[in-house]
């Protein structure tokens, strides 16, 4: 059974930079045929695709976070990471991290993790 | 970038009912539609991929059809645990975007 883990620092000053790691259990990112993804999702509001990696590297990123957003694998160890630079009280959110399979060009999200909050804030 | 337009926002409805979801796109995705639910405190839970295959484990009171830029999703007899909150996302893009979500409410 598949299963995410996101973890890092759920408190983030303005202007520093967010960083968290999913761990993946139960599957090996290397396996291929998926992506993996983040997804935040601030107190009460809509569901945001923040990004998603393949693990040969190849990425996609929502272009409004683009110039202030890292996405990494580390396959070693079976997990995937985001960072986010010059961070605001803007990316206080719920961030997930997911899976996102691929079939002929349809993916979706079929694994997530319980995801963890991050708050913005001095 | 693809935009999804979800309505009706919220809804309300009663245990047994049958309720429809709309989501449109702002140019033709195909069949590259998902639907996910939400519940409070919890993780999205995907229901339906490719506008209509159902995702193992959902209940199949959960039908998803559409394409090009008009989809719906529909649950008949619904129950207790079906309220919450319904996401649609396209995957026609490689800029993933998702609807506002729609909520269903007990009546």
């Known amino acids: 059974q598949v299963q995410l883990q996101e973890s890092g620092p759920g408190l983030v000053k303005p202007s520093q930079t967010l960083s968290l790691t999913c761990t993946v259990s139960?599957?090996?990112?290397?396996?291929?045929?998926?992506?993996w993804t983040w997804v935040r999702q601030p107190a009460g509001k809509e569901l945001e695709w923040i990004g998603r990696?393949?693990?040969?590297?190849?990425?996609n990123y929502n272009p409004s976070l683009k110039s202030r957003l890292t996405i990494s694998v580390d396959t070693s160890k079976n997990q995937f990471s985001l960072n986010l630079t010059s961070v605001t009280a803007a990316d206080t959110a719920i961030y997930y991290c997911?899976?996102?399979?691929?079939?002929?060009?349809?993916?979706?999200?079929?694994?997530w993790g319980k995801g963890t909050t991050v708050t913005v804030s001095s | 970038d693809v935009q999804l337009t979800q309505f009706p926002s919220s809804l309300s409805a009663s245990v047994g009912d049958r309720v429809t979801i709309t989501c449109r796109a702002s140019?033709?995705?195909?069949?590259?539609l998902n639907w996910y639910q939400q519940k409070p405190g919890e993780a999205p839970k995907l229901l339906i991929f490719g506008s209509s295959s159902l995702q193992s484990g959902v209940p199949s009171r959960f039908n998803g059809g559409g394409s090009g830029t008009d989809f719906t999703l529909t649950i008949t007899n619904l129950q207790p645990e079906d309220f919450a909150t319904y996401y649609c996302?396209?995957?026609?893009?490689?800029?993933?975007?998702f609807g506002r979500g729609t909520k269903v409410e007990i009546k």
């Open positions: 140019q033709s995705i195909s069949r590259y």
């Open positions: 997911a899976r996102d399979r691929v079939v002929a060009a349809l993916g979706y999200m079929d694994v």
């Open positions: 990696i393949y693990f040969s590297g190849n990425t």
């Open positions: 139960g599957d090996s990112i290397s396996s291929g045929g998926y992506y």
């Open positions: 996302q396209q995957c026609f893009s490689t800029f993933i975007t």
